[in-house]
């Protein structure tokens, strides 16, 4: 069996190539990537170094993707991965949907002509704004958690929000352009007969992961932390007691080796869930054991499309695939810290 893997050489593509390659040699690997973010040829290297063919092309040319090599399946791991890309100022609304969109039909277009299945790594950002943003929130341990008093919108618990949540907008940009991969990917799946898995992930998080703070925050949090680099808690009155939970991309391997398995498809949330959870101050605290003190500024202001709490619940994969998360927050984060120590211009690399 061949799998084709687009983004390969970002954080979240080469990891997972490099964990599929050491699980199941027998798995052929290939992938594609346009080099663009900081770092990726040094994954390129990488994979070589492991036996993974990797080829240069554009996702959003439909020229590039029609000159592949045939695959059994896609991996789409490509993306401009920023709930602020296109109103950030750093990437242009027209960018985001040719990466994030125009990129994800292309590589349908693929598969139809191809007879590949298609997995999609999709994200949390497909879930409502407003209803997550007015959740009923309590304080304890210095992170916020849903009121268990309070009556919770359909589709969310305690354990986190499930995939039944509204997924009405506003969702930001972002949101929307995976959102509509989703639905686009299930009705070539409908009208042309290939298999289509649809994962949707939480915050992914791990050594070598290039970006900035609304793309990574464990790890930009830890290596900003480690090099006494600025770091403040935006919103939610600056106390830094907003929640995500993470999960570390290998560990998609065991799932994903399943689904390419399977003809049968779906959506699932894929992620850490209530026990790799952490808030910034809690975060903070880590790292203060980890490395020493280091101040946090406050900056009490909203910014666009943040919400207090966002975990999922990732019960439906379990019982469907089998799966759950196998590496801890604490063995993530220290596996960050120890390349932040190893490499104290990472950061200055990302932002470049």
């Known amino acids: 069996m061949k799998l084709l893997i687009s983004g390969i050489c970002g954080f979240a593509g080469s990891a997972i190539a490099t964990a599929l390659r050491e699980s199941d ?84 277009e693929y598969c139809k002509a191809r007879r590949a299945g298609f997995i999609l790594l999709s994200t949390s950002r497909v879930y409502s704004i407003p209803p997550l943003a007015t959740l009923p929130m309590t304080v304890a341990d210095d992170a916020y958690h849903p009121d268990p008093a309070a009556v919770l919108p359909e589709g969310l618990s305690p354990q986190g929000v499930r995939e039944s949540f509204s997924s009405s907008p506003p969702l930001s940009l972002y949101g929307t352009t995976k959102f509509a991969s989703e639905m686009l990917a299930l009705e070539y799946a409908s009208t042309y007969g290939f298999p289509v898995h649809i994962n949707r992930c939480g915050v992914l998080a791990g050594a070598g992961q290039f970006g900035r703070a609304e793309q990574g925050i464990f790890s930009f949090w830890v290596h900003s932390w480690c090099q006494r680099k600025p770091l403040r808690y935006i919103g939610f009155n600056g106390h830094g007691f907003q929640v995500r939970d993470c999960l570390h991309p290998r560990d998609l391997a065991p799932l994903l080796r399943k689904q390419l398995a399977s003809q049968s498809g779906g959506i699932v949330n894929i992620a850490g869930g209530a026990a790799n959870a952490l808030s910034l101050t809690q975060l903070s605290r ?25 975990v999922l619940d990732a019960g439906q994969a379990r019982q469907a695939w089998d799966w759950q998360p196998m590496t801890p927050v604490t063995e993530i984060l220290e596996e960050i810290a120890r390349q932040a120590e190893a490499d104290p211009a990472w950061l200055d690399l990302c932002d470049s």
Do not use: M
Request: net charge negative; aromatic share 8%; with cysteine.
């Open 25 to 108: 040699p027998s798995l052929k690997i290939e992938g594609f990537d346009n080099f663009v973010r900081p770092g990726s040829e040094s994954n390129r290297r990488k994979l070589q170094g492991l036996g993974v063919k990797v080829w240069h092309a554009d996702l959003r040319l439909a020229s590039d993707i029609e000159a592949l090599p045939s695959a059994d399946w896609v991996l789409d791991a490509a993306a401009l991965p920023s709930v602020l890309a296109g109103v950030d100022g750093k990437s242009s609304s027209r960018q985001l949907l040719e990466h994030n969109l125009l990129g994800t039909i292309n590589l349908l």
């Open 286 to 310: 880590w790292c203060r054991d980890r490395f020493g003190p280091h101040d946090v500024t406050s900056d009490p202001q909203p910014r666009a499309f943040d919400v207090p709490w966002l």
